[in-house]
Every structure is written in structure tokens, then in C-alpha cells.
């Protein structure tokens, strides 16, 4: 049996994807906020960005499509 991995109470992933054969780029970012009970998702898919928030206090939802963008 192996040890969980421990995560701080807040943080922040960022990872990118580049598909060489169809010539395109995918980037997301995860942010997590254990204090506040809270995630967010920011993608960006062949230059069109999206966002959610997501509260786990009540499994509430926010989606945001368009080049606005938010903080934590």
C-alpha cells in the first residue's frame, strides 16, 4: 500500500497539450481553494477560453464562455 500524496490547502495546476499531427494547442488551468470550499477550471481550446466555478458547499456551478477572465 502506498501513501496518498499530500496536497496544500490552496494550489494551482497548469497544464498544455500540443497535438502535432493536427497542428493544434489545448492549455487548462486548475485552481483549488480548500478554505473557501471552492474550484475553478480556466481552458482554452483553439484560441476560445472557458471557465467554471464550482462550489462544493452546495455543488453549485458557474460557467463563463468568452475572454473574460477571473481570480481566485
Given at each position: 500500500?502506498?501513501?496518498?500524496?499530500?496536497?496544500?490547502?490552496?494550489?494551482?495546476?497548469?497544464?498544455?497539450?500540443?497535438?502535432?499531427?493536427?497542428?493544434?494547442?489545448?492549455?487548462?488551468?486548475?485552481?483549488?481553494?480548500?478554505?473557501?470550499?471552492?474550484?475553478?477550471?480556466?481552458?482554452?481550446?483553439?484560441?476560445?477560453?472557458?471557465?467554471?466555478?464550482?462550489r462544493f458547499d452546495d455543488n453549485e456551478?458557474?460557467?463563463?464562455?468568452?475572454?473574460?477572465?477571473?481570480?481566485?
Amino acid at each position: 500500500q502506498f501513501e496518498r500524496p499530500k496536497f496544500s490547502p490552496v494550489f494551482q495546476v497548469e497544464v498544455q497539450g500540443i497535438l502535432k499531427d493536427v497542428n493544434e494547442e489545448m492549455e487548462g488551468t486548475l485552481f483549488y481553494d480548500r478554505p473557501n470550499n471552492r474550484g475553478a477550471l480556466r481552458f482554452t481550446y483553439q484560441g476560445e477560453t472557458s471557465q467554471s466555478i464550482f462550489r462544493f458547499d452546495d455543488n453549485e456551478m458557474l460557467y463563463i464562455s468568452g475572454k473574460e477572465f477571473f481570480y481566485l
